[in-house]
Nanobody, 116 residues
Framework: QVQLVESGGGLVQPGGSLRLSCAAS????????MGWYRQVPGKQRELVAD???????NYADSVKGRFTISRNNAKNTVYLQMNSLKPEDTAVYYC??????????WGQGTQVTVSS
């Protein structure tokens, strides 16, 4: 078992930037893919971006060119740099890690609010 702890959310004005971090509680735990999802009330959770151990990335069309996902494999940590934020990026952002056995683990979520 592993816990994921997210940080970095908050309130930012449109056009601003935030950096989210997600760290696994065990650096020795073997994790394959890591990713970020987001959810707004009344809607399904959606993929924002994910990244493999090898560094291959995948982004939702709505964030391409504005968000960058990265990870530190040695620390089992994943980051999401969010630039040019828009009000429609407002959501609770969740970190997900998939272990080498295929099990999914989720963080508790961090609120991102983009508003003037």
């Amino acid at each position: 078992q592993v816990q994921l702890v997210e940080s970095g959310g908050g309130l930012v004005q449109p056009g601003g930037s935030l950096r989210l971090s997600c760290a696994a509680s065990k650096t020795s735990f073997r994790i394959d893919a890591m990713g970020w999802y987001r959810q707004v009330p009344g809607k399904q959770r959606e993929l924002v971006a994910d990244i493999t151990t090898a560094g291959f990335t995948n982004y939702a069309d709505s964030v391409k060119g504005r968000f960058t996902i990265s990870r530190n494999n040695a620390k089992n940590t994943v980051y999401l740099q969010m630039n040019s934020l828009k009000p429609e990026d407002t959501a609770v952002y969740y970190c997900k890690a998939t272990s080498w056995t295929g099990a999914d683990y989720w963080g508790q979520g961090t609120q991102v609010t983009v508003s003037s």
